[in-house]
């Protein structure tokens, strides 16, 4: 169905230090529609007060100059934009980085795709140590729902210290 908020809970675990979420096909119902990415904590309660993530990323935009975006506190982490039709779906690629150790920042790298021949690569962190049990994807623009998508979520990696 169409919502404006999706929230994967409880798919990061102490059995792996990084994650690979495929975020792919999103669209909106209504033109342009920006999309944010949150953390939720251990109780899956989303992460958004205040200034606590930070980012920057370089926009690779086929109809404009490459641009650099970037916010030092803010309350959520900017991973693209969708469009109305099959030309704009948002396919997002995202590492996450440590995401159920509680002595350690959540790190991400991104690559975003969308609209006729648009991308973007960038960095985020939650500048919070605490246990992150998942995360929430949420459109920007009222009233603009996503009509469709999906999410996988792989670990793909364990430290191990000898």
């Known amino acids: 169905s169409t919502t404006t908020t999706l929230e994967i809970t409880d ?9 690979y979420v495929a975020i792919r096909n999103f669209n909106s119902d209504n033109s342009a ?26 926009a690779l935009n086929s109809n404009s100059s490459f641009s650099e975006g970037r916010e030092a506190t803010t309350d959520r982490i900017n991973i693209g934009t969708t469009n109305a039709d099959t030309a704009g779906n948002l396919n997002v690629s995202v590492d996450v980085f440590n995401p159920y150790n509680s002595s350690s920042y959540t790190f991400i790298n991104y690559q975003t795709s969308a609209r006729e021949l648009e991308a973007r690569k960038g960095i985020a962190v939650l500048r919070q140590t605490s246990t992150i049990k998942g995360l929430q994807l949420k459109s920007d623009t009222g009233g603009r729902n996503f009509t469709q998508g999906k999410i996988s979520v792989y670990g793909i990696k364990q430290w191990v210290v000898a």
């Open 33 to 58: 529609n920006t999309i944010y990415l949150r953390f939720l904590d251990s109780s899956n309660t989303v992460i958004n007060s205040g200034s606590l993530y930070s980012r920057a990323d370089l």
């Open 11 to 19: 798919c990061f675990n102490d059995k792996y230090d990084v994650y």
